[in-house]
């Protein structure tokens, strides 16, 4: 649990406001999220070209923890490098504040595409859209990361394009859970979390989940299971309950991508 004096820290912090500037150059055009490490604003420097800025939360700033994640996930970035992730700028610290600045990726976020945009996936354009996510994930794991946040407003589309984001959980594949984090997950967050190829196909299995509840129409009040509520094929049932682990999880991400290629 957060201690009352870091609770206070946290009601207290006001984000930057439009017209501030920072780091000299970037003009913030607006707040783009408040997340729990910190505030993601939408900057502009004097040549028009936008930018992510990154600033982490004060409160945060005063645990080690906080510090160290800040700058994984800058360090993430840089050494992930490929079109599909943002790319590192800079970081840097100003007022006794923490930055980082990265490429703006511009696209939908599947969350948008779903629920604001209201488009709906056959089960075959869901396998697509999963088999393009897929191939960047390929990239991130052969480098040794898994991401452990693939959720629907962390994966955009842009026409053809798809960009992954949010890089803040991210961990190399032979680092261990924090005890701090292992001791708050409970169950369904441990899947999600864990250290491991796996739980990256686990959360891919409910973004597939969201994709194909987009044309799913309730014929009654009574709650029922996804392989109840959901007209797909066997293989499609077949390929989700590895990815959720209800039967012998993917081991890599080329055997899922193997499975998936079904639907090209
Ligand atoms: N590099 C980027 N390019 C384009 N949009 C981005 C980028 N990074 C973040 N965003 C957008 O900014 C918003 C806030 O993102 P961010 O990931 O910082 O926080 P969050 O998702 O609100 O919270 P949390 O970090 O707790 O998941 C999201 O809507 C996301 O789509």
């Known amino acids: 649990m957060k201690g009352l004096y870091s609770k206070l820290i946290e009601i207290g912090e006001r984000p930057l406001k439009s017209t501030d500037i920072v780091g000299g150059k970037y003009f913030v055009e607006g707040l783009l999220g408040k997340g729990s490490y910190g505030f993601t604003y939408l900057v502009k420097d004097q040549s028009n070209q936008i930018f992510v800025l990154k600033q982490l939360r004060k409160y945060k700033m005063l645990m080690e923890s906080g510090r ?50 209201n488009i709906s996936f056959s089960e075959t354009e869901a396998f697509k859209e999963l088999y393009h996510i897929l191939l960047l994930v390929k990239h991130i794991h052969e480098n040794g990361y898994v991401h452990r946040d693939l959720r629907i407003p962390n994966i955009l589309k842009d026409v053809d394009d798809y960009y992954i984001i949010d890089f803040g959980l991210t961990r190399k594949l032979n680092d261990q859970n924090s005890i701090e984090e292992e001791t708050v997950m409970h169950m ?68 899922l991508l193997d499975d998936v290629k079904k639907w090209l």
């Open 68 to 117: 160290q994640a800040f700058k994984r996930e800058a360090n993430i970035l840089k050494s992930l490098s490929h079109r599909a992730f943002p790319s590192f700028i800079e970081q840097f610290e100003e007022n006794e504040k923490q930055f980082i600045v990265m490429e703006y990726k511009c696209g939908k976020t599947f969350e948008d595409l779903i629920f604001q945009d």
């Open 188 to 255: 369904e967050k441990r899947l999600f979390r864990e250290v491991a190829t796996k739980s990256d196909f686990y959360a891919l299995g409910h973004f597939l989940l969201f994709l194909l509840y987009s044309r799913y129409e309730p014929v009654s009040k009574k709650k029922r299971s996804w392989e109840e509520e959901l007209s797909i094929s066997i293989h499609a049932k077949k390929v989700i309950r590895k990815m959720l682990q209800i039967d012998e999880p993917y081991k890599e991400v080329q055997l």
